[in-house]
């Protein structure tokens, strides 16, 4: 047996098939660059500006975001005179932006009344002090001998003065002439970066300090603050479900015996009630804002604001038309001969759809539950408008996280909104042979 590979004939026909395949990759690479540039920024560490710069493989990976957004972490603050930091590596940059110091494998040593942040922090090991909770779950402990805890990253709050640095690697960046630092023992690698290896120094000034992967100790320390940050996303999570799945069920609900009626019941106005409602409540923009001012009216006169469970049937209600016609026009596609010999068999209309046409358009019901789902799971405005804060659905949260575009971590919102994205792709995976027929097949005629 020959293997045979067929080439076009014309060699114009093959430039022209050359052509059209790097334009379908081309068409391809700007629709999934957007979902690629999230992905790239997500898995960048917290704080890492959002550049026109796109890395293929990120300096450094990590899933931190994705963990602070699902489960959270703790942070502490701390008031302390004695402490000493023992770090993978940390920064200490003079308040006067005269000098910035780089450290590896360091330890610090300070005397002087200072504030931490300690980011993703748990306590090892405690003397002393009397301890409280707060109602929100914050733990305060006041006037302990000591206290030694582990941190992913560490940060005073301002300049610390009169430290005591051992590394084994110290890289020194300067920006004048005089700095109060003994350079004695680095070499002078280019104009204004030193280095040296295994030194000890003592740094008067101080800065500020940062550090990463470390341990904190303190000594008769006035007071720390424990709280827990992040990790809200799983709350947002499952209003938004528990919202999209009754905005399913209630379109299901609805849309059946409607679109049975509209494809198989003969009444007056049957050929156009469908379609002129449908333009009606989909083309009419205008009048759906007007219709927006005059629902929320009246949901603040029935006193149903702030209530989660008005929103499905609002939803549902307005995805009918649309809905109604797609299943309606699947149904068409199934012969009616099934129906005759069901009622033949003694089988009422409850029946029928139930026994027959329901196992039988399931590809139209999974593309009519698929739509539902998505605009339950997507809408924003009326959840906005009606909702309280406690009650926020995870579109609404993410809209909330743009408020100050100045102090937003871009990198946890890429990550949340890939987070919002999976369940709609999840259910287009599993669905998505149904929903090709769904689509397809209800155009069909026989």
């Known amino acids: 047996m020959k293997l045979r590979i067929e080439l076009p004939k014309r060699k114009d026909e093959l430039l022209k098939s050359f052509a059209l395949t790097l334009l379908a990759l081309f068409v391809l690479a700007i629709l999934l660059f957007p979902v690629y540039y999230m992905a790239m920024l997500s898995v960048k560490p917290s704080g890492t500006l959002a550049t026109t710069e796109i ?62 942040t300690l980011i993703d922090t748990e306590i090892l090991e405690r003397k002393g002090g009397e301890e409280r909770q707060e109602p929100d779950g914050t733990q305060i402990i006041v006037g302990g001998e000591s206290i030694k805890l582990n941190a992913n990253r560490i940060e005073s709050t301002g300049g610390v003065k009169n430290l005591k640095v ?37 740094i008067k000034e101080g800065g500020i300090i940062t550090a990463e992967e470390a341990t904190f100790t303190a000594t008769n320390f006035a007071f720390i603050r424990l709280a827990k940050v992040g990790g809200e996303v799983p709350d947002y999570m499952k ?12 379109t299901l609900l609805f849309v059946i015996p409607s679109a049975y009626a509209f494809s198989r019941l003969k009444f007056f106005g049957r050929e156009h009630v469908l379609y002129f409602y449908l333009m009606f409540t989909q083309v009419a923009g205008g009048l759906g804002i007007a219709g927006l001012v005059a629902l929320y009216g009246m949901l603040v006169k029935l006193h149903l604001t702030n209530n989660i469970f008005v929103l499905p049937v609002i939803y549902a209600a307005g ?25 033949v068999d003694g089988a ?51 809209y909330t996280m743009l408020a ?43």
């Open 404 to 446: 100050n575009l100045r102090s937003i971590s871009w990198n946890q919102f890429a990550a949340a909104a890939l987070v919002f994205a999976l369940p709609v792709f999840i259910m287009f995976l599993l669905a998505q042979n149904y929903v090709r027929s769904g689509l397809t097949l209800g155009g069909l005629k026989e």
């Open 319 to 343: 995805g009918v038309p649309f809905n109604t016609w797609l299943l309606k026009s699947y149904l068409d596609s199934i012969p009616p001969d099934f129906d005759e010999a069901a009622l």
């Open 55 to 116: 890395d293929l493989i990120p300096d450094k990976v990590t899933f931190s975001n994705y963990r602070d957004l699902l489960f959270g972490h703790t942070e502490g603050l701390i008031k302390t005179t004695n402490f000493e930091i023992n770090a993978k590596q940390g920064i200490i940059k003079d308040s006067l932006n005269r000098y910035e110091i780089e450290l590896h494998e360091a330890r610090i040593v300070g005397s002087y009344s200072s504030r931490f």
């Open 166 to 202: 051992s590394a084994q690697k110290v890289i020194i960046t300067v920006s004048s002439n005089e700095v109060p630092l003994d350079l004695s023992k680095f070499t002078k690698i280019n104009e204004n970066t030193y280095e040296a290896q295994s030194v000890e120094m003592e």
């Open 348 to 398: 009422n209309y409850l029946q029928i759809i139930r026994h027959v046409l329901i196992p039988m358009a399931l590809p139209g019901l999974a593309t009519v539950a698929i739509f539902a789902f998505i605009g339950g799971w997507t809408e924003l405005i009326l959840a906005n408008l009606l909702l309280n804060q406690e009650n926020y659905p995870l579109t609404v949260w993410l």
């Open 239 to 250: 209003r938004s479900l528990l919202i999209a799945s009754l905005t399913v069920i209630l």
